[in-house]
C-alpha cells in the first residue's frame, strides 16, 4: 500500500512554454502533499506544501506564480511551472501525507524530469 | 540555518559491512530518517530515530545518533547487491512534516 506516482516521469519543453506535472496518491487519501525539487547530486529542496483544499504554503525563495500547486482532492495534486526557462530543469518529486492533528510517512512518487530546452 | 550533509559516494564488497554517515546543524531537530532511492522509484523510508535515542537497530539496519556531535550513521549489515542505491538521511522537528535532506550517498555494492 501507500504508493504514490507522478506523471509525466519526464518530459522536455521548449522555453517559454508551461507544463504540468501530476501527483498522485492511489490507494490512501493523501490530506497533505510535498513538491521537492532536486538538482545533481544535490539535496532534495522543499518547495512548497499543500493541503487539500487550500493554497499552497511556499518555502523561501520559491516563486508561487511560476510554480502553480493545485490540490483539489485528496489524491490528486498538480505542479504548473509556468513560462519555463533552461535553469528550471531539474528533477521534481512530490510525496504525500495523512496529516491532521499528527503527521504521519511522507511516501514519495517516482520524481519527474524537465528538461526546458 | 538548517543543513545536512553526506559523503558523496561508499562502495563496498557483497558481504561486508557499509556505514553512511550524515551529519546536521539544527539542534532542534526531532527525528532523523534513512531513506533509499533506487533507480526509478521513489524515497522509501527505511528507518528513523528519534532525537533522544542513541541507537536504533531493525534486522541488518543500525542507526547511532551522537546528538552533541549531530552526528548520525546508518550501519548495514550483511551488504547485498540488491542494497545498491542512493540513501539520504534527513530531519525535521514534527515526524513527517518538512523534512530536510542530505545530497544522498551513492552505495555501490561489488559482488
Known amino acids: 500500500g501507500a504508493v504514490v506516482s507522478q506523471h509525466p516521469s519526464w518530459v522536455i519543453c521548449k522555453s517559454g512554454t508551461s507544463v504540468k506535472i501530476e501527483c498522485r496518491s492511489l490507494?490512501?487519501?493523501?490530506?497533505?502533499m510535498f513538491w521537492y525539487r532536486q538538482f545533481p547530486k544535490q539535496s532534495l529542496m522543499l518547495m512548497a506544501t499543500?493541503?487539500?483544499?487550500?493554497?499552497?504554503?511556499?518555502e523561501q525563495g520559491v516563486e508561487k506564480d511560476k510554480f502553480l500547486i493545485n490540490h483539489a482532492s485528496l489524491t490528486l495534486s498538480t505542479l504548473t511551472v509556468t513560462s519555463a526557462h533552461p535553469e528550471d530543469s531539474s528533477f521534481y518529486i512530490c510525496s504525500a501525507t495523512l496529516a491532521g492533528d499528527t503527521y504521519y510517512e511522507q511516501y514519495f512518487g517516482p520524481g519527474t524530469r524537465l528538461t526546458v530546452t | 540555518g538548517e543543513d545536512v550533509e553526506q559523503s558523496l559516494f561508499l562502495s563496498v564488497r557483497e558481504g561486508d559491512s557499509s556505514v553512511i554517515n550524515c551529519t546536521y546543524t539544527d539542534s532542534s531537530s526531532t527525528y532523523l530518517y534513512w531513506y533509499k532511492q533506487e533507480p526509478g522509484a521513489g524515497l522509501q523510508l527505511l528507518t528513523y530515530i528519534f532525537s533522544n535515542m542513541d541507537m536504533k537497530q531493525d534486522q541488518r539496519l543500525t542507526v547511532l545518533l551522537n546528538k552533541k556531535d549531530k552526528h548520525l550513521s546508518l550501519r548495514i549489515a550483511d551488504t547485498q547487491t540488491g542494497d545498491s542505491a542512493i540513501y539520504f538521511c534527513a530531519e525535521s522537528w514534527e515526524y513527517g512534516n518538512k523534512l530536510v535532506f542530505g545530497a544522498g550517498t551513492i552505495l555501490r555494492v561489488k559482488s
Open positions: 499543500s493541503n487539500e483544499g487550500s493554497k499552497a504554503t511556499y
Open positions: 490507494d490512501f487519501q493523501a490530506t497533505t
